[in-house]
């Protein structure tokens, strides 16, 4: 059994989020401890642990994330951002549920 984390509970909706995008692959919401004027993380749907369980089969799910994240920046005029992966305890990564980090000075427009 795969061991659920809090990004389990969000992407099934049993917790609120702030999400600011969605679709069948994706879900993207709002950081709770903002390091940026606007900090996102980009899930995917399909539960992966961390960038080092990638394998061939799922390798494809970091490009996707990218690409979704390239899409969202584009559709918003966000001119400018920073994509991070924290990868393992020593790297940083503190949910074991592989995501995305996306930060920019710019905010989302209202
Ligand atoms: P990492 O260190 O790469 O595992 O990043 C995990 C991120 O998840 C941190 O930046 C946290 O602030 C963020 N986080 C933890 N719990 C929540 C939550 N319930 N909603 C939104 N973000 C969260």
């Known amino acids: 059994m795969e061991e659920r984390t809090i990004f389990h509970r969000i992407r099934d909706k049993e917790i609120p989020s702030d999400i600011v995008f969605e679709d069948d692959e994706v879900l993207a919401f709002r950081d709770i401890h903002p390091k ?5 993380l980009f899930i995917p749907k399909h539960f992966v642990a961390s960038i080092a369980d990638v394998t061939p089969e799922t390798s494809f799910i970091p490009g996707m994330l990218i690409a979704k994240a390239q899409k969202f920046a584009k559709e918003k005029g966000i001119a400018g951002y920073r994509l991070t992966f924290h990868v393992g305890k020593e790297g940083g990564q503190e949910v074991m549920y592989l995501h995305l980090h996306f930060l920019s000075d710019q905010k989302l427009p209202s």
């Open 36 to 40: 940026a004027p606007l900090h996102l």
